[in-house]
C-alpha cells in the first residue's frame, strides 16, 4: 500500500487548506488518519476515516473547523481545513491502518503505511 499526500502550503490565519491522500489500494478494511507534527512536539491524531463506512473522527481541537472524506472515483482522502491557527501549522502525514484487528486512533502504532509529510503553516 502506497500513500501520496498533496496540497499543504502557508496561509493566513483564518485560511483555509485542502490535503489530499492518494492512495495504492483502496479497500473497505483500512482507516484513513491524518496526523501532524510540529516542531518539538510529539505527533498527534488529527482526524480518521473508516473507508468500510465512512465513519469519522476528530481530535477536540479541529473539530468543526477540519472535515475529512472520501472520493473513491480518486482513491483519495481529502482533509479540507478552515477556521486555520497558527498552532495548525505542522507536518501533515496520511496513513493507512488494517481495522482487521481493530482500531487504535487516536494512537498511531499500528498504521503500517505513510504517506510522504506536507507542510502546512499558517502566519499570524
Known amino acids: 500500500v502506497q500513500l501520496q499526500a498533496s496540497g499543504g502550503g502557508t496561509v493566513e490565519t483564518g485560511g483555509s487548506l485542502r490535503l489530499s491522500c492518494t492512495m495504492s489500494v483502496f479497500a473497505s478494511r483500512f482507516a484513513i488518519g491524518w496526523f501532524r507534527q510540529a516542531p518539538g512536539k510529539e505527533r498527534e491524531g488529527v482526524t480518521n476515516?473508516?473507508?468500510?463506512?465512512?465513519?469519522?473522527e476528530y481530535a477536540e481541537s479541529v473539530n468543526g473547523r477540519f472535515t475529512i472524506g472520501i472520493d473513491s472515483a480518486k482513491n483519495t482522502v481529502y482533509l479540507q481545513m478552515s477556521s486555520l491557527r497558527p498552532e495548525d501549522t505542522a507536518v501533515y502525514y496520511c496513513?493507512?491502518?488494517?481495522?482487521?484487528?481493530?482500531?487504535?486512533?487516536?494512537?498511531?502504532?499500528?498504521?503500517?503505511?505513510w504517506g510522504q509529510g506536507t507542510q502546512v503553516t499558517v502566519s499570524s
Open positions: 476515516i473508516r473507508l468500510r463506512d465512512a465513519t469519522t
Open positions: 496513513a493507512a491502518e488494517d481495522l482487521t484487528f481493530g482500531s487504535t486512533w487516536p494512537r498511531s502504532s499500528h498504521y503500517d503505511y
